[in-house]
């Protein structure tokens, strides 16, 4: 089993930034990527970011050069750091961790509010 909890999400305006953070706990030597996902009001999860134990990272189309995905040495933390947040970013953020076995987990998620 693998716990996911997120924080760092909050209010803030156009053009601001906001890092969230994802610790994991458990079985975590399992872990092979860890990312985040969003979900807007009445829209799907979407992928935003995900890192790699080797640390490859890829990225969202609408979040190249603004967000930036990284993970501790020990690869208990994921961060991502969101800058020149636009509204449109506003959205729950979920953290993920997935094994190498294929198994998900996810957090309860974050919220982050883009006032324009």
């Known amino acids: 089993q693998v716990q996911l909890v997120e924080s760092g999400g909050g209010l803030v305006q156009t053009g601001g930034s906001l890092r969230l953070s994802c610790a994991a706990s458990g079985s975590i030597v399992s872990i092979n990527f860890m990312g985040w996902y969003r979900q807007a009001p009445g829209q799907q999860r979407e992928l935003v970011a995900v890192v790699t134990n080797v640390g490859s990272a890829n990225y969202a189309d609408s979040v190249k050069g603004r967000f930036t995905i990284s993970r501790d040495n020990a690869k208990t933390t994921v961060y991502l750091q969101m800058n020149s947040l636009k509204p449109e970013d506003t959205a729950v953020y979920y953290c993920?961790?997935?094994?190498?076995?294929?198994?998900?987990?996810w957090g309860k998620g974050t919220l982050v509010t883009v006032s324009s």
């Open positions: 993920h961790a997935k094994r190498h076995d294929g198994i998900g987990y």
